[in-house]
């Protein structure tokens, strides 16, 4: 009988501690939030090096979900930095619907 409290009671505690949240070790990956001065920055290289090779689409047109494929596939023919890139990405995702 002893034997079986003891399992229920060792049962109950890991149950009660698997429901608690865990706190957690891992580092948050830094997240950059670029200035008002990239975001500009951003806009002229969003006009200048996209709009060289085609019609400017309307950053409103689309997700933010949507202009990560898009930039990560033009990025590369645009031979944007990454900086540059992020800078675009921000600027893109900034204008207001």
Request: proline share 5%; glycine share 4%; hydrophobic share 40%.
């Given at each position: 009988?002893?034997?079986?409290?003891?399992?229920?009671?060792?049962?109950?505690?890991?149950?009660?501690?698997?429901?608690?949240p865990?706190?957690?070790?891992?580092?948050?990956?830094?997240?950059?939030?670029?200035?008002?001065?990239?975001?500009?920055?951003?806009?002229?290289?969003?006009?200048?090096?996209?709009?060289?090779?085609?019609?400017?689409?309307?950053?409103?047109?689309?997700?933010?979900?949507?202009?990560?494929?898009?930039?990560?596939?033009?990025?590369?023919?645009?031979?944007?930095?990454?900086?540059?890139?992020q800078?675009?990405?921000?600027?893109?995702?900034?204008?207001?619907?």
């Amino acid at each position: 009988m002893k034997k079986i409290i003891a399992v229920a009671s060792f049962t109950a505690v890991l149950l009660a501690s698997s429901c608690t949240p865990k706190a957690t070790t891992a580092a948050t990956p830094a997240v950059t939030v670029s200035t008002a001065e990239q975001i500009a920055q951003g806009k002229t290289i969003f006009e200048n090096s996209c709009g060289r090779c085609h019609k400017l689409p309307d950053p409103t047109s689309r997700t933010s979900v949507q202009w990560v494929g898009i930039m990560n596939s033009m990025a590369p023919k645009a031979k944007l930095t990454d900086e540059q890139h992020q800078w675009v990405y921000d600027y893109i995702v900034s204008v207001k619907k």
